[in-house]
C-alpha cells in the first residue's frame, strides 16, 4: 500500500500552516496515519539548511547556489522521511516542496530552466506529488498577513523582498497550475478558513478514493 503525497504551496501569509493543521486533523479523525512536514527543513540537516537560507546568509552567494542548497535538504528530506513514510502506506503533508524551487529560485531568480530541471531530478528522484494544493491570494494581503503573524520578529529572506517581486511569484504558482491541471488544484485564500478548508477536503477526497481505487485494483490482479 503506497500512502499519499499532498503539497501545499503559495506566497507569504497564504495560510499553508493552518491548512495542513485542519487537514491533518481530519484525516486523522478519519483513520489516516498523516506525517506532517516541511521545506525546507523535516530532518536535522534540513532543518540547518532551512536556519541558512531563511536568515539570509546564503543569499549573497546568488540563486544557483541557493537552489543547490535547497535541493541538497530536499534530497535528504524525502529519502530519510517522505518516501519511507509513503513506502509505509502514510499520508504525507508537506508545507512547500518543489514547486517553491520553480518559482522562488527558477522564476524570481531568473535560472535556467535546464538547470533546475536537473536539480530537481536530482533532489526528488521520481516522488512527485499526488495532489498540490496551490492557496492564491493577492501578493499584498499575503505580506500584511506575514507582518502581523511575525509581529515584532525580523522578516526572514523572502518576507522582506518587494511586492512586485511577490506578485510574479503568484503568476508563476498560477502557471504551474495552468500546466499541470491534474496534479495542482488552486483555492482563493482570501476567503473563510472554513470555507477554504472544506474545498481543500473535497479535492482530498477525491485523490483518497482514487487512489483507494488503484490499491483494489493491484490487489486483485496480483490474485
Avoid: W
Avoid at 517522505?82 to 518543489?98: E, F, H, K, M, N
Amino acid at each position: 500500500m503506497q500512502g499519499l503525497f499532498i503539497t501545499f504551496e503559495g506566497g507569504e501569509g497564504a495560510g499553508k500552516s493552518t491548512q495542513i493543521a485542519r487537514l491533518s486533523e481530519y484525516l486523522r479523525s478519519d483513520g489516516e496515519d498523516v506525517l506532517v512536514t516541511r521545506e525546507p527543513g523535516g530532518t536535522p540537516g534540513a532543518e540547518a539548511a532551512r536556519h541558512v537560507i531563511l536568515s539570509g546568509a546564503a543569499e549573497s552567494l546568488g540563486p544557483a547556489m541557493e537552489a543547490i542548497l535547497f535541493a541538497a535538504a530536499r534530497n535528504d528530506h524525502v529519502e530519510q522521511v517522505i518516501r519511507p513514510a509513503l513506502q509505509s502506506g502514510r499520508t504525507v503533508l508537506c508545507d512547500r516542496y518543489i514547486d517553491s524551487s520553480r518559482v522562488y529560485q527558477g522564476v524570481t531568480g531568473n535560472l535556467d530552466p535546464q538547470l533546475m530541471r536537473a536539480i530537481e531530478r536530482t533532489a526528488i528522484n521520481g516522488l512527485i506529488p499526488d495532489l498540490t494544493i496551490i492557496l492564491d491570494l493577492p501578493a499584498e494581503l499575503g505580506l500584511q498577513r506575514a507582518n502581523k503573524r511575525r509581529g515584532a520578529d525580523i522578516a526572514d529572506r523572502f518576507e522582506k523582498e518587494t511586492v512586485e517581486l511577490h506578485i510574479k511569484r503568484r503568476e508563476a504558482y498560477l502557471a504551474i497550475a495552468n500546466a499541470e491541471p491534474k496534479r495542482c488544484k488552486v483555492i482563493a485564500a482570501d476567503r473563510p478558513i472554513d470555507i477554504i478548508s472544506a474545498e481543500i477536503i473535497a479535492y482530498v477526497d477525491q485523490v483518497r478514493a482514487a487512489n483507494k481505487h488503484k490499491d483494489t485494483q493491484t490487489v486483485e490482479a496480483a490474485k
